[in-house]
C-alpha cells in the first residue's frame, strides 16, 4: 500500500522530469539505476531513499524541498492544487508552448485568458 507522501514526492519527481523535457530512461541513466526504478518512485510504489532523492534533485536541478512542496497535511482530498494540475502531461505541454511564445504576444494571450476565465 502506497503512502501518500510517496505519492507526492513521485509525483513531484515525473512533474519535474515532463518539465524539463528528460524521459524515465534518462534520468534513470543519470542516477545509475533503471527505468522500471524510476516508474516505481513515480507512481509511488516505492520509497525513494535519501540518497536517491539527493541525485534526483541535482540531476532535474531542484532543491530536495521541491518535491515536497505543496503537501500540506490538511489537504482536503479532491482539492485541486498547482502540484495535481502539473501532474497532467497536457499542462506540462501547454506551459511550455506558453513560454514558446514571444513576450509581447504572450502577455496579450495571458491578458485573453484571463479576461476569458473571469467571463466564465
Given at each position: 500500500m502506497k503512502h501518500p507522501v510517496d505519492a507526492h514526492v513521485g509525483k513531484?519527481?515525473?512533474?519535474r522530469r515532463w518539465t524539463?523535457?528528460?524521459t524515465q530512461?534518462?534520468?534513470?541513466?543519470?542516477?545509475?539505476?533503471?527505468?522500471?526504478?524510476?516508474?516505481?518512485?513515480?507512481t509511488g510504489m516505492n520509497r525513494v531513499s535519501?540518497?536517491?532523492l539527493w541525485d534526483v534533485?541535482?540531476?532535474?536541478?531542484?532543491?530536495?524541498?521541491?518535491?515536497?512542496e505543496g503537501l500540506?497535511?490538511?489537504r482536503v482530498p479532491g482539492d485541486?492544487?498547482?502540484?495535481?494540475?502539473?501532474?497532467?502531461?497536457?499542462?506540462v505541454q501547454?506551459?511550455?508552448?506558453?513560454?514558446?511564445i514571444p513576450e509581447a504576444q504572450r502577455r496579450r494571450l495571458f491578458d485573453l485568458a484571463r479576461v476569458l476565465s473571469d467571463a466564465a
Open positions: 513531484r519527481i515525473r512533474h524539463v523535457g528528460m530512461q534518462q534520468l534513470a541513466d543519470k542516477v545509475g539505476i533503471k527505468f522500471q526504478q524510476i516508474q516505481k518512485y513515480e535519501a540518497s536517491r534533485a541535482d540531476t532535474l536541478g531542484v532543491s530536495i524541498s521541491f518535491f515536497f500540506a497535511e490538511d485541486l492544487v498547482m502540484g495535481d494540475m502539473m501532474a497532467d502531461k497536457e499542462a501547454l506551459v511550455r508552448s506558453f513560454y514558446a
